[in-house]
């Protein structure tokens, strides 16, 4: 077998170039759109992710849970994924039936791009979860790079500034983006194996999915609902200088989810995690990584943030050196989240979002009317480290002999 090291290390590469990928998708985006729209654009993102990740049900973390035990499970788990995925495309086509005049007075984008992007981000949700489960890492990583780096070409090519379907055509493009992502994951998840006489307690896997999947919302909600708050009470260019914030903010977590996800399969069947010294040991280069971007970004922030975004977010700077903190406290979090998910504590994490989504709210709602957008950071940073330092006093209690899910 591999050693889980070249696992890790292999997965990180490959997630790391797509992630640079798509920050450069970002950037473009942008470039292209303005300040004065860019901000919009991705709040109606975040609400189509939440929808998606609420119709996922957590499935993708269940499925890695039981075929990472029972690899005889896979057929089976595989045809609910798809069963949830076309009630998921079955809903978006009444809930647009139904509310098609409203959707078209709220959106600032074609309803039917974002339909698309909804749709492919759950099956890419689902399918790699399913993916992973069987560890083919390399795979999505390829799969993720190619595609992302056609629409890249895309953008610059197309996507002109001041073309007068400029908004549909980076809205349509990116839904079929993701849509193709989509199918092409569905399509390589079907793998052959024996699953003959294989039965699941679907109760049981509801359950376990039940779960994480609204704490995944609320933990969505948590990094997200300040964007609102500031699009409520501050101008679109200091809405866009935000939102920019937090994608960056985002690179903590994609960085340690890479980690911990591709180390979920080894910690379900080999008992790795259950000596807290050596999981330490194990994580330590990488927190080490965390802190040092950290440093570069806030040394560096004040020039590249107006060279790689445009003179009209020279506000970042001052923001980003809020936040900071509380990006490297969500960095660390999601690096022991592994540990949580696989001993079934659920519990614990969905309290610690939940405790934070509260702060954040209340906070929010009573500082941001008239503080601004820097009383959001210094709410959102705080709140992103308590939530850290609330899993990371109870971590050593978690390493303890994994029980195995009810199947």
């Known amino acids: 077998m591999k050693n889980i ?27 292209r759109v303005g300040a004065n729209f860019s901000g919009i654009y991705f709040n109606e993102l975040y609400i189509m992710n939440t929808i998606a990740f609420v119709f996922s049900f957590g499935l993708d973390y269940s499925a890695i849970a039981w ?74 990583n390829l799969v993720l790079v190619i595609t992302n780096v056609i629409f890249l070409f895309f953008l610059y090519f197309f996507a002109i500034p001041n073309h007068p379907h400029l908004i549909a055509m980076i809205s349509l493009g990116f839904g079929a983006l993701y849509f193709l992502q989509g199918i092409i994951f569905l399509m390589q998840s ?31 909600c948590f990094l997200r609902v300040d964007n609102f708050f500031v699009a409520q009470y501050c101008d679109v260019f200091t809405l866009s200088n935000y939102v920019q914030c937090g994608k ?83 960095g660390l979090l999601t ?6 998910i696989n001993n079934g504590n659920i519990k614990k994490i969905f309290i610690g979002d939940l405790l934070g989504l509260c702060l954040v709210l209340i906070l929010d709602w009573l500082l941001i009317p008239k503080y601004g957008v820097y009383s959001a950071a210094i709410i959102s940073s705080l709140a992103y480290l308590i939530v850290f330092l609330f899993l990371f006093f109870d971590l050593k209690k978690q390493f303890v002999k994994n029980e195995t899910p009810e199947n």
């Not at 290390?9 to 942008?30: D, M, P």
């Open 5 to 31: 090291s070249s696992i890790i290390k292999q997965n990180i590469a490959g997630k790391l170039l797509n992630h640079f990928i798509v920050f450069c998708i970002n950037v473009l985006i942008v470039r």
């Open 67 to 140: 075929v990472s035990r029972e690899n005889a499970l896979y057929q089976i788990i595989r045809k609910k994924l798809i069963q949830a995925t076309l009630f998921f495309a079955f809903c978006l086509i009444i809930f647009v039936s139904l509310f098609f005049n409203q959707i078209e007075l709220y959106l600032h984008q074609p309803w039917f791009g974002l339909c698309l992007m909804g749709v492919g981000n759950l099956m890419m949700i689902l399918f790699q979860g399913l993916l992973t489960s069987i560890k083919k890492f390399n795979f999505q």
């Open 190 to 220: 079907n793998y052959k194996n024996q699953s003959i006489g294989s039965t699941i307690n679907w109760r049981s896997f509801y359950k376990h999915g039940f779960f994480i999947m609204v704490s995944s919302v609320i933990y969505f």
């Open 248 to 330: 960056i903010g985002q690179y903590f977590i994609y960085f340690s989810s890479i980690i911990s996800s591709t180390l979920l399969p080894f910690v379900s069947t080999e008992k790795i995690g259950s000596d807290y010294k050596a999981w330490m040991k194990m994580i330590k280069p990488y927190v080490l990584l965390i802190c040092i971007a950290a440093l570069i970004l806030i040394g560096t922030g004040k020039i590249i943030y107006p060279l790689i975004f445009g003179d009209s977010f020279g506000e970042m700077y001052q923001l980003m050196f809020i936040l900071m903190p509380g990006f490297v406290g969500l």
């Open 335 to 340: 690096l022991i989240n592994a540990i949580y």
